[in-house]
């Protein structure tokens, strides 16, 4: 009995080319899978036996397998010939020679596995010294081919029929769908789960446990239904708040799609995962040991509550439509970060401004920290760049903006109509692309798409003035070459409004709002990126611009305040000004919202945290001028920080924040802390702006004192 031993190639960490994908014209139906794992060693039995339908005349027949040994091979009867091949795939063949004609197969393999991280992964769950072995699967991305030989790319669904072998009268198998019969056998008993709707390979789930488990029936549109927590103490006092969430979830997005969640139950299971949080194996979700416990507190409930919410969404969004490669990651990913993440604030209550589900200025240090486009090809990235946060983030920033462009109501029909017409199907992001533009044509939505998909990095407006109002010019900070297309929204005074800005056009211009609603003594001033029509842009004004926003700033609601900060924030932190605007901002800022300023406050001080010995000397300097008695509460931090880590002490210390809160505060100590100190460090570290591409006759880019 020959045995083949599928190796593993580069692939874990390089992502195939496209001419590595599979054939679409071989495509698997069915697969019947039976795996046995071993629990006194570190592998595991299967055969699979897999319906494919092939179309056109082949003489061998390509999928994937990785560090599975291979004892034998046949095709509706017939032997077959294993050949290994690079990037994790096998070809089988007649051993005569013979062709597959078109016309549906039943292939046959028997196999043993070894466990990993990815494939069938033997683990632990429980607590400190209370733990236990459970076998599980992680096989999203590329795990599947490490468990049984199979199409390993989103785009191949087909139903699953699964057995599982419990090793001894301890354990009990669970899979994606319900058991249906229980039998004995040489191997073990054996447990078999009704056959799965069609899916990816990456969501089938299975666990081989002798976890504590607790089961909550109910009724979900007109039908019974169960929800199954398997953990190391489940019951009803420790898992009957995230039961909640998942219901929560379920109901919400069952509304909003129009389209019921297809499987009978949804169960979820904790153990020492090795990868992520939690996956949306469908039926079966899997999360990190401490999310399912309200009694634990490795996690909050508001953690707790997103994780499950964001797993759940995927259900509809990743698991019944599908990324038809994993360069569309994007999609299903920010997707459900967007729409898990709104609906899960509006259930917990959580009142926030649009631009406040996603951080603008953490999007602009994703995209510089990773230079890549959300849409990438195969072979240009890494497993570990293909899951990076900004895949989740600016895609999820991608679909606020749709729907605040689009309306509320249009972005919903989009939804509905592209969940239903793909469903348990795959889709590219062209897919999507098509299917928004068509609701909206009279938006150029398709040009904002694409110049944000398929090119990495985010625009710096700059805006100045002209006789027929605001011009408006783009900047690309890292290279200077690339253009997108910009829904912009503005507001002068008490009128707001949107525009457009082609990715071809040189500039836009804002008309001047006529005189209606000014204030006596207030200048002019107008502000791009406005709270409730968030963009994903940041902007810089001419000093006579900043000036007038500055001296208008009690006129600006709380959450334009805000917004305005993080621009300085975002705009100081990629060296397009130096620190003067930020430091004079804060100097202003209406006490009621001072609070809201913390973050590019502290982002200026981490800038001085190397200089220990500078800062000693200005605590010094300042300690002899103190009059006022709340300055003693500044006097301690500024100590604590003399005398600690810096670092650790800004970070996450109450007397470092209270430093920084305390020196909104107190006008002395703030003019004398900052010229004796930060403005003339800062201006050695960051002496001004750095995309002397944007100079233009007439226009001062680096930003001076106000």
């Known amino acids: 009995m020959k045995l083949i031993f599928s190796y593993a190639v580069l692939s874990y960490f390089l992502l195939g080319s496209d001419a590595h994908r599979l054939s679409r014209l071989i495509e698997p139906i069915n697969y019947n899978i039976k795996l046995r794992p071993n629990l006194d060693s570190d592998y595991f039995n299967g055969v699979a036996n897999i319906t494919l ?80 072995v459970i076998v599980v699967n992680e096989f999203e991305p590329y795990g599947a081919r490490k468990a049984f030989p199979c199409f390993d790319e989103p785009y191949f669904k087909a139903t699953f029929s699964i057995r599982l072998v419990s090793p001894n009268d301890s354990y009990y198998c669970v899979s994606n769908m319900p058991q249906i019969r229980i039998n004995s056998s040489s191997d073990g008993t054996v447990y078999h789960f009704a056959t799965t709707p069609k899916m990816s390979t990456y969501l089938v789930s299975l666990a081989v446990t002798d976890s504590a488990n607790f089961t909550r029936h109910f009724q979900y549109r007109n039908r019974n239904f169960s929800t199954t927590i398997y953990s190391y103490n489940a019951s009803n006092t420790n898992n009957n708040e995230v039961i909640e969430f998942a219901q ?31 996956t949306e194996l469908w039926g079966l979700i899997q999360f990190k040991m401490g999310l399912l416990n309200q009694n634990l507190e490795t996690y909050n409930k508001h953690e707790r509550g997103f994780v499950i919410f964001h797993e759940v969404t995927h259900s509809w969004f990743g698991n019944l439509v599908t990324n038809d490669g994993w360069n569309h990651l994007w999609l299903q990913e920010g997707l459900t970060t967007y729409m898990s993440t709104k609906y899960f604030n509006q259930y917990f209550n959580v009142t926030l401004q649009p631009h406040n589900v996603f951080d603008l200025s953490n999007l602009f240090y994703e995209d510089k920290s990773k230079p890549l486009p959300l849409v990438t090809y195969p072979d240009q990235i890494t497993e570990k760049d ?31 109509r592209y969940l239903k017409k793909f469903s348990y199907g795959s889709t590219t992001t062209d897919d999507i692309i098509k299917e928004f533009s068509k609701e909206k044509p009279e938006l150029d939505i398709k040009s904002f798409m694409e110049t944000h998909l398929y090119q990495s990095g985010l625009p710096v407006l700059s805006l100045d003035e002209s006789s027929e109002g605001y ?90 305040v805000e917004n305005l900060a993080e621009n300085t924030l975002i705009l100081y932190m990629n060296e397009v000004i130096n620190c003067d605007v930020i430091l004079n901002l804060q100097e202003i800022l209406p006490k009621c919202i001072k609070s809201t300023f913390r973050d590019p406050v502290l982002t200026v001080l981490e ?61 002395q100590f703030r003019v004398t802390f900052k010229e004796v100190f930060l403005r003339p460090l800062l201006h050695r570290l960051r002496p001004g702006s750095r995309y002397s591409n944007m100079d233009k006759s007439g226009e001062k880019t680096l930003i001076s004192a106000v």
């Open 248 to 278: 929560a979830a379920l109901e919400i997005f069952t509304d909003y799609t129009g389209i019921e969640y297809p499987l009978p139950k949804l169960d979820m299971i904790e153990y020492k995962k090795a990868k992520g949080l939690g």
């Open 386 to 416: 293909l899951f990076r946060n900004a895949v989740y983030s600016k895609g999820g920033a991608i679909f606020q903006v749709l729907e605040t462009v689009m309306g509320p109501e249009a972005f919903q029909n989009v939804i509905r």
């Open 471 to 560: 011009i408006v010019t783009q900047h690309d900070i890292y290279n200077g070459t690339r253009k997108w297309t910009i829904p912009i929204s503005y507001m002068q005074r008490n009128v707001t409004g949107h525009i457009w800005f082609d990715k071809d056009s040189k500039s836009v211009t804002i008309p001047r709002v006529a005189d209606a609603g000014k204030v006596a003594g207030r200048k002019d001033w107008i502000l791009l990126n406005i709270a409730d029509s968030r963009g994903m842009y940041a902007v810089n004004y001419t000093e006579k611009i900043w000036d007038a926003l500055l001296d208008s700033i009690e006129d600006l609601p709380d959450d334009e």
């Open 53 to 132: 339908k092939i179309s056109g005349n082949h003489s061998n027949i390509t999928l994937h397998s990785s560090c599975l040994n291979m004892s034998k091979a046949h095709a509706n009867g017939v032997d077959l010939r294993i050949k290994q091949l690079p990037y994790e795939r096998i070809s089988v063949a007649y051993r005569n020679g013979g062709i597959f004609q078109p016309g549906v197969y039943s292939f046959f393999f028997k196999f043993v596995g070894k466990y990993g991280v990815y494939g069938l992964n033997k683990t632990e769950y429980g607590i400190k010294n209370d733990t236990r």
């Open 607 to 667: 800038d001085i945290i190397c200089y220990p010995d500078e800062f000693q000397l200005a605590y010094d300097k300042i300690k002899g001028n103190i009059d006022f008695n709340e300055d003693v509460l500044m006097l301690r931090g500024m100590d604590c920080i003399v005398k600690g880590d810096i670092m650790d002490i800004l970070a996450l210390t109450n007397s470092g924040i209270n430093f920084i809160l305390y020196c909104t505060m107190s006008r």
